[in-house]
């Protein structure tokens, strides 16, 4: 499938792509290719294959979210550049 430019125009505009003249030619050949490509995928017989929503049957292990105390507060503000008693100070980001 060919590709012309008012269409790469178009998909560049999309995509918020600014195209240099000079990378035009390539951006045809290659977007025709993959075009091509996608077509030759329509011609695999697929019936009787159950669609898959992930690629393999297996499940995450997770463990268990526990809510335990893995450092101490003390510990967590003993290198802050910027601290009180219980917080860090950070810079005010908002008006």
């Known amino acids: 499938m060919q590709v012309d430019k008012e269409t790469l125009h178009k998909v560049a505009h999309l995509a918020r792509l600014n195209i240099k003249p000079e990378e035009e030619t390539k951006l045809l050949s290659d977007m025709s290719e993959i075009l091509t490509w996608v077509n030759k995928l329509e011609e695999v017989d697929t ?5 898959l929503t992930h ?32 917080f860090f100070k950070v810079p ?3 008006k």
């Open 55 to 86: 690629m393999s049957a297996e499940v995450n292990a997770m463990r268990p979210d526990e809510a335990a105390e893995t450092i101490s507060r003390k510990d967590a503000l003993k290198n802050a550049p910027e601290k009180d008693d219980k």
């Open 47 to 51: 019936e009787g294959v159950a669609p």
């Open 92 to 94: 005010k980001v908002l």
